[in-house]
């Protein structure tokens, strides 16, 4: 699911793995750790592989 927080992308997940690191907490907002972030752009790039998500791993890494 998609939507916007005071003008800014926000992105609802499901993600079927365990994380790799606990849920990090930052202004009341449950977020997952850069690493597990990283985790889930591969398994995108491997599933669809859209320019996007090549896009992300990039600027993550």
Request: net charge neutral.
């Given at each position: 699911?998609?939507?916007?927080?005071?003008?800014?992308?926000?992105?609802f997940?499901?993600?079927?793995?365990?994380l790799?690191?606990p849920?990090?907490?930052f202004?009341?907002y449950?977020?997952?750790s850069?690493?597990?972030?990283?985790?889930?752009?591969?398994n995108?790039?491997?599933?669809r592989g859209?320019?996007?998500?090549?896009?992300?791993?990039?600027?993550?890494?």
């Amino acid at each position: 699911m998609f939507g916007g927080i005071d003008g800014v992308k926000v992105d609802f997940i499901n993600f079927p793995y365990s994380l790799l690191k606990p849920i990090e907490y930052f202004n009341g907002y449950r977020l997952a750790s850069e690493l597990d972030v990283v985790a889930m752009k591969i398994n995108a790039v491997s599933g669809r592989g859209s320019r996007k998500d090549f896009y992300d791993f990039e600027k993550l890494c």
